[in-house]
């Protein structure tokens, strides 16, 4: 009998998961079970998820669940788009990117956006019509954004942009891009905007390298180019220029508590899957978990994945209330990435060579969790976020 994910630190579900987050788990689950994972494989190979796939998922209403029901969404909250993210990662397909575009791309357009943009943009990502993706990184400058180059000059009613950008997640399928530009270089932080670019719409846009990753290999992570891209002033998000910044500010603790989910998830799925080997294998003429080093290992993991999995919880209950700060979010993604890296490489340890073949699912999970300590803000900044609490 295999070891489920979901219940293998016997953690009770939290306040916040109501009848109907739990629903759309169990829906965001089965789907992904009976449409991505068996052609996951393939799309790790080719290193992107078919356009069909997502206007799929968009029809089965995993895309877009925490929008108000007025622009195509579900009319949901961030609980269920913690249960979708967590889905992807007890299924096994973490590198379907639908938790970027449903939970940091579209909340960008709903608190900033305009009513003529969020009737024009969100039901299309809804439906999966459109793919979104937010161009933040450049070549240089990852974590400091303070440092981004990329230029948006007002020439009339239209913004010119000019720069490149890389490590962009959906980068070739999306067609709806949030890019993180300087409307006034001159004031720094100050002078960033956010400016939307339809792909489909613009001269001088083009995509780079669909990137040669360590881990996530299914996501199409890309460099992208504008070269005097134009875009019509209606493309700003905000009421004005220069809210970029504090914008980004405001958002980046969901993106983080998101990546804390997914975290949890992951180390969910590689206990459940290193206990079932380990009850299995043998060596010395008995089971690998009756060794008491195995035990002492797995009781370990646990114990720190049980504390991760109730802080993260309490974190995505702090944050539906509107409490979750910024050095609690930023808590919450070092913690559980970091204990997603170690978690990873002890169990593989545990399947022995086979852990390092690429047939098993620790190999990839192992892979797979190396990012979860970057994006989003590197663990590094994270801590001196924490540190200014002090």
């Not at 356009?51 to 579900?74: D, F, I």
């Not at 990662?89 to 579209?106: K, P, Q, T, Y």
């Not at 937010?134 to 000019?162: H, W």
């Not at 890389?166 to 067609?175: K, L, P, R, V």
């Amino acid at each position: 009998m295999s070891s489920n994910p979901a219940s293998i630190l016997g953690v009770p579900s939290p306040d916040w998961e109501s009848e109907d987050v739990a629903m759309v788990r169990d829906m965001a689950t089965k789907f992904l079970e009976g449409e991505v994972a068996p052609h996951y494989e393939d799309y790790e190979k080719n290193e992107i998820v078919p356009r069909a796939v997502w206007e799929k998922a968009g029809a089965n209403g995993l895309l877009c669940a925490s929008m108000p029901e007025e622009y195509g969404g579900a009319g949901g909250t961030y609980a269920h788009e913690a249960a979708i993210a967590e889905a992807l990662g007890r299924v096994g397909v973490d590198g379907f990117g639908i938790a970027l575009h449903n939970a940091i791309v579209a909340p960008y357009i709903l608190h900033y956006g305009s009513e003529d943009q969020k009737q024009r943009w969100l039901p299309k990502l809804a439906t999966g019509e459109m793919i979104g993706a937010i161009a933040m990184t450049e070549p240089a400058a990852g974590s400091d954004l303070q440092g981004v180059k990329t230029s948006a000059k007002l020439d009339g009613n239209q913004y010119v942009i000019n720069g490149s950008k890389t490590f962009i997640t959906n980068g070739q399928n999306a067609n709806l891009i949030i890019v993180v530009a300087k409307t006034d270089p001159a004031r720094g932080a100050k002078g960033t905007s956010l400016i939307i670019v339809e792909t489909d719409e613009v001269d001088g846009f083009e995509r780079g390298r669909n990137l040669d990753k360590v881990g996530l290999k299914a996501n199409d992570t890309s460099e992208l180019f504008f070269n005097d891209v134009r875009v019509p002033t209606a493309n700003l998000l905000g009421s004005q220029e220069g809210e970029g910044f504090i914008q980004l500010m405001q958002q980046l603790p969901q993106e983080r508590l998101l990546i804390a989910n997914q975290a949890v998830s992951a180390i969910e799925r590689a206990l459940a899957l290193t206990v079932d080997y380990v009850k299995e294998r043998k060596a010395f003429g008995k089971a690998v978990i009756e060794f008491q080093n195995t035990q002492f290992k797995l009781a370990q993991l646990k114990a720190e994945a049980v504390q991760a999995r109730v802080f993260t919880d309490w974190c995505v209950g702090q944050h539906l209330e509107g409490e979750l700060d910024g050095a609690t979010a930023s808590m919450a993604k070092m913690l559980t990435s970091d204990l997603q890296c170690k978690v990873m490489d002890e169990c593989l340890q545990l399947f022995g060579g086979y852990g390092y073949m690429n047939e098993y699912p620790i190999a990839r999970l192992f892979r797979d969790a190396r990012v979860q300590r970057i994006y989003g803000g590197t663990n590094e900044i994270m801590k001196l976020l924490i540190a200014r609490t002090l």
